[in-house]
């Protein structure tokens, strides 16, 4: 059993990287601007939350951090203080889960980006694939850039003069609801 995880444990296993460009960036833009995050668990926030999330600059996610330590602290001062004990390894177990999507949340809301998913052993061995997957990075920009794209286009077109791009009544028939009143499919 120690040799099959040993030999599993040698190969250097794929990993899915999300690749970002930035807010500036536009069709004619290098593709040497974009970023491959890696979908990985991160073992420095399972360890040390508040300095992981100091270190990707998640100012709100330290300060409700420091307001969860508050309360396990407060509460350990209770007769049940050997049940919160379990409470305080919670923020480290949930950044270990989700520390990926949250850093990509944080790229999305500064303006960056994602052009694409590539699965690949390391972040070169990503650019290189990501990079002769497609014809040409100019092309890959075209289609990822989201005010070009023909998909948002006609969206756009179909969701113009109606809020939410929710149906009209119809004036056709009179109907209530999903059934028509007239007896008309």
């Given at each position: 059993?120690?040799?099959?995880f040993h030999r599993a444990y040698r190969y250097q296993a794929m990993k899915t990287y999300n690749i970002y460009m930035p807010p500036q960036a536009t069709a004619g833009s290098n593709i040497s601007a974009a970023i491959y995050l890696p979908d990985d668990k991160s073992w420095f926030?399972?360890?040390?939350?508040?300095?992981?999330?100091?270190?990707?600059?998640?100012?709100?996610?330290?300060?409700?951090?420091?307001?969860?330590?508050?309360?396990?602290?407060?509460?350990?001062?209770?007769?049940?203080?050997?049940?919160?004990?379990?409470?305080?390894?919670?923020?480290?177990?949930?950044?270990?889960?989700?520390?990926?999507?949250?850093?990509?949340?944080?790229?999305?809301?500064?303006?960056?980006?994602?052009?694409?998913?590539?699965?690949?052993?390391?972040?070169?061995?990503?650019?290189?694939?990501?990079?002769?997957?497609?014809?040409?990075?100019?092309?890959?920009?075209?289609?990822?850039?989201?005010?070009?794209?023909?998909?948002?286009?006609?969206?756009?077109?179909?969701?113009?003069?109606?809020?939410?791009?929710?149906?009209?009544?119809?004036?056709?028939?009179?109907?209530?609801?999903?059934?028509?009143?007239?007896?008309?499919?």
């Amino acid at each position: 059993m120690l040799v099959i995880f040993h030999r599993a444990y040698r190969y250097q296993a794929m990993k899915t990287y999300n690749i970002y460009m930035p807010p500036q960036a536009t069709a004619g833009s290098n593709i040497s601007a974009a970023i491959y995050l890696p979908d990985d668990k991160s073992w420095f926030a399972v360890l040390l939350p508040p300095f992981w999330l100091l270190w990707n600059r998640m100012w709100w996610g330290f300060v409700i951090y420091l307001a969860y330590t508050t309360i396990i602290f407060l509460l350990l001062l209770t007769p049940w203080r050997y049940a919160v004990t379990f409470l305080s390894a919670l923020p480290g177990l949930y950044l270990f889960l989700e520390a990926h999507n949250l850093a990509c949340q944080q790229y999305e809301r500064k303006g960056w980006w994602q052009i694409g998913v590539v699965h690949a052993a390391d972040v070169e061995e990503a650019e290189l694939r990501f990079v002769t997957s497609q014809q040409s990075p100019r092309n890959v920009l075209q289609s990822a850039d989201p005010v070009s794209s023909p998909k948002s286009a006609q969206l756009r077109k179909s969701n113009t003069g109606n809020p939410a791009g929710t149906r009209t009544k119809s004036t056709d028939s009179q109907s209530t609801g999903l059934f028509p009143l007239d007896g008309t499919v």
